[in-house]
Structures are given as structure tokens and as C-alpha cells.
């Protein structure tokens, strides 16, 4: 195993651990990390890209004083207050000392993956803070806290807002946002773009509240992941995220997107393998490597992932009557998908089989650079028709910001001569697809 990481150390970090694990994928997930020996850093850190997520889980006993404000003060101090601290203190130390990041408590095991320089690192701060639900719900009604950009440091019982000891926003999820949020927005750009539009939003002054993070959530969702400019001062209808959710064309998306996670499997499959050092070919590749390839498929958002599967899974049906090679879609502006299926080996020798597969493969993805060459990475996927038996997978990376106009008209020419991706000899299919499927009555 190339290294191992710890799979958090309460119950609380463990669920967060598992969440994240989920939305964002093991090979950009990290918990429990350390600066110093037995020195924690953060509780969770998740890198991606030029993304860092610093998470800070804070699980607290609510007390019961008599005094309700007396008691919300204390629960925030050791929850919000603290984490959000632990939070900024991670963040100065990523950026000044990203070196000296460690897995273990020991510090002999480093961070496996590189951090955006602090000119491009974009970070978002996240605290978690647990325990509050019950007494929220006796004290206002609903089990959440309430999101009021005005409500500095803690001084509104139940309600979150701006913390004055942190520089730049932090993210409050409760016990009822946590698991909603990242099921929700289950994949790493789907998440940093909500906490992105929510940043945005609160600087704003046109925003009073919201009662809970998921009816902000459910705003998001429902103007197609933004908020809509306004020309006053508004708050968010109370409870819409029951209404959201009770939405049907919500749930038909819910269901149409069960097939989107064909292409979190693929991922997670083949990174499994790189991490355990179980590939066939590839075990050579230092995590750097393997890690651009890999984000760069992790890149696509959950509706783009039901696309992209959904494509995949019906090639692989028709690849039983032989192979099928096609262009994909991503919604990444400078990524292209070549895709290639073969019929399987039809009994014969695999590795021969597999071998050529994998020429025919690189060709296509040099084929694919001329076919639409504004694009920089060309991503080779090559796979067996459905139900083949001693399957096998392949990938191939095209990094082309450095091709010359040479190395474009020889794409070119290959793509001529083997006539891949030429207009006439291709079909070309137009999918008309939404997100949240419109039902018929």
C-alpha cells in the first residue's frame, strides 16, 4: 500500500470521514491529519486542485442550565468558536509550512499529495459542530441553526453568521445540514461551486436568512445552482427544502442519477488498484501522475457523470456485435473523452487482445486532439463489451499545452488515414437531456 491514512479517530469524525470519503473520493480525502508529533492539524482536509477544504468537526453536549442564551453561548464557544479557530490555524499553516503535513500522529508519513501554491489555492473553511439539534428544536421550533449574515460571533441564540476572529467566511453544518449537503452535492465541483455561490451571496447585504442551510440549499437548487440577483432585502421561505425535495421532477433526478455512479466505481476501482499497487500496468507512476488523470475525471459534475455513464453503459451493450469507439462529452471546457470498447477477447488470448485494444486506444485519442483541437487533455478510456468475461480496463492522458503545429498536423494525419472521428465516416448523436427530467402528467 503506497500509504494509509487514518479513517478518523470519534464516531463524529468517523461519519464525517465516510461522507467525505463518498462525495469528494478516497484519493482526495484525508482525515485526521497532523503538523507536529500528537499536534492535529485539522480534522478532515480534502485537496483538490487548487481547492483545499479544511474541515473542523466539533461533536458538543448541549447543557441545560436554566439559562437558554447562557447555555448557547457556551455550546458556541466550544463548537463554533474553537473550530473555526482550529480552522484558521490550519489554513496559515497549509500556506506557510505546506511541507510539514503529515498523516500519522507521528509525523513520519507526509501528505501524498501536492497543494496548490498559496497565489492559486482557493480554501474554503468548514466547521461542523454537532449537538445543538434537540435544544433547537424545543427552543425555536426547527432542529437547525439559522444562516443571518448579521449575527456576529454567536450573539443570536441558534443562529450562525460572521466569525470575527477568523479572516474570510466559514461554513456552519449542523446535525441536519451535514449529511443532506453532501449527498446533495456529491461530488467535489458540485460542492465548491455551492459553497462558492454561498460565499458570494453573504457579502452581499441583500440577504437577511435563512432558517436553515438546507432551505438555502433548496434556493440553489431550484434556480438552476445559483442565486438570483434581487433588488431588495429578502429572506428564504422557511421549510422549502421540503418542498424541493417533495418536488417530482427533484426525484426523478435522484433516480436518474443512481446510474452516474458507474463513473465514481471506475474511478474508485482503478485508484484502489494504483494505491494498493495491484495494477496490471501503471503500479510505476509516481501519485502525481496518476492523480491528474484522475482528478481530471473526478472534474465532472454528478449530471455530467449520469451523461457520461449512461453513454458508456449503452456502448457497452452494443460493443457485444463489435467494438465501438466514440468522442464524449465533458462538462470541463478543455477536457476531451475518447472512448473505446472492445467486443472482449472472444475467448482468445487476453493479453493479446488488450494490447491491441490499447494501440487502437492511443491512436483514437491522438485522432480525438485533431478533431477538436482546442481542446488540451485528451482522456483515453478503453473498456470490454458488456458481460465480457477477464475484463480489463485501460486509460491513456494527453496533456497537449505543448504540442507544436507539427506534432497537431501528424493527429491530423493519422486521423485521416485511419479515418477516426471524420465527418462522413462517424455518426454523430445528439442527446437532449435534463437534469431534473420534466414528468409527464
Not at 52 to 64: A, E, M, P, T
Not at 345 to 369: N, T
Not at 387 to 408: C, H, M, P, Y
Request: aromatic share 10%; net charge negative.
Amino acid at each position: 500500500m503506497r500509504f494509509k491514512k487514518s479513517v478518523g479517530l470519534t464516531e463524529s469524525e468517523r461519519i464525517l470521514a465516510a461522507l467525505c470519503d463518498g462525495s469528494f473520493l478516497q484519493l482526495w480525502t484525508y482525515p485526521n491529519l497532523h503538523k507536529k508529533p500528537g499536534k492535529e492539524l485539522c480534522d478532515l482536509l480534502v485537496v483538490y486542485g487548487d481547492d483545499v477544504l479544511i474541515f473542523s468537526d466539533k461533536s458538543c453536549k448541549f447543557g441545560n442550565s436554566g439559562d437558554t442564551q447562557l447555555d448557547w453561548k457556551r455550546w458556541y464557544k466550544k463548537s463554533v468558536a474553537h473550530s473555526a479557530s482550529q480552522v484558521a490555524d490550519a489554513e496559515h499553516w497549509i500556506r506557510e509550512k505546506p511541507d510539514q503535513i503529515f498523516l500519522d500522529a507521528k509525523c513520519t508519513v507526509k501528505l501524498p499529495i501536492a497543494l496548490p501554491s498559496p497565489e492559486r489555492m482557493r480554501v474554503h473553511r468548514i466547521c461542523v459542530a454537532l449537538g445543538a439539534s434537540e435544544r433547537a428544536i424545543t427552543e425555536t421550533g426547527r432542529p437547525s441553526l439559522r444562516i443571518k449574515p448579521s449575527a456576529n460571533n454567536g450573539k443570536e441564540p441558534f443562529t450562525t453568521g460572521r466569525i470575527g476572529h477568523v479572516k474570510g467566511l466559514v461554513h456552519v453544518f449542523d446535525d441536519v445540514s451535514l449529511e443532506t449537503i453532501l449527498r446533495e452535492l456529491s461530488t467535489t465541483p458540485d460542492f465548491v461551486q455551492y459553497l462558492s455561490a454561498k460565499e458570494a451571496l453573504l457579502y452581499q447585504e441583500l440577504f437577511m436568512w435563512a432558517d436553515s442551510e438546507t432551505d438555502l440549499l433548496a434556493r440553489y437548487l431550484w434556480y438552476d445552482r445559483t442565486f438570483p440577483p434581487v433588488d431588495q432585502q429578502y429572506t428564504i421561505e422557511p421549510n422549502l427544502w421540503m418542498k424541493v425535495e417533495a418536488d417530482p421532477s427533484f426525484l426523478a433526478a435522484r433516480s436518474e442519477n443512481e446510474a452516474s455512479y458507474f463513473w465514481d466505481g471506475l474511478i474508485e476501482y482503478t485508484t484502489g488498484l494504483f494505491l494498493s499497487e495491484n495494477l496490471e500496468f501503471g503500479n510505476d507512476l509516481e501519485i502525481s501522475e496518476y492523480e491528474q488523470l484522475a482528478r481530471l475525471m473526478a472534474g465532472e459534475t454528478r449530471f455530467s457523470r449520469r451523461v457520461l455513464s449512461k453513454l458508456i453503459l449503452e456502448r457497452a451493450e452494443r460493443a457485444r456485435d463489435g467494438a465501438i469507439g466514440t468522442l464524449l462529452p465533458s462538462c470541463q471546457s478543455d477536457v476531451n473523452y475518447v472512448l473505446y470498447i472492445g467486443a472482449g477477447d472472444q475467448g482468445g488470448d487476453h493479453d493479446e487482445y488488450r494490447k491491441e485494444r490499447s494501440s487502437i486506444l492511443r491512436a483514437r485519442c491522438l485522432a480525438g486532439k485533431a478533431a477538436l483541437p482546442e481542446k488540451r487533455f485528451v482522456v483515453g478510456i478503453a473498456l470490454d463489451a458488456k458481460d465480457s468475461k477477464g475484463s480489463s480496463e485501460d486509460f491513456v492522458l494527453l496533456d497537449t499545452i505543448g504540442w507544436t503545429a507539427e506534432a497537431l498536423a501528424k493527429a491530423e494525419a493519422l486521423r485521416q488515414e485511419c479515418k477516426y472521428f471524420i465527418q462522413g465516416n462517424a455518426i454523430e448523436t445528439h442527446y437532449d437531456l435534463m437534469e431534473y427530467p420534466v414528468l409527464q402528467p
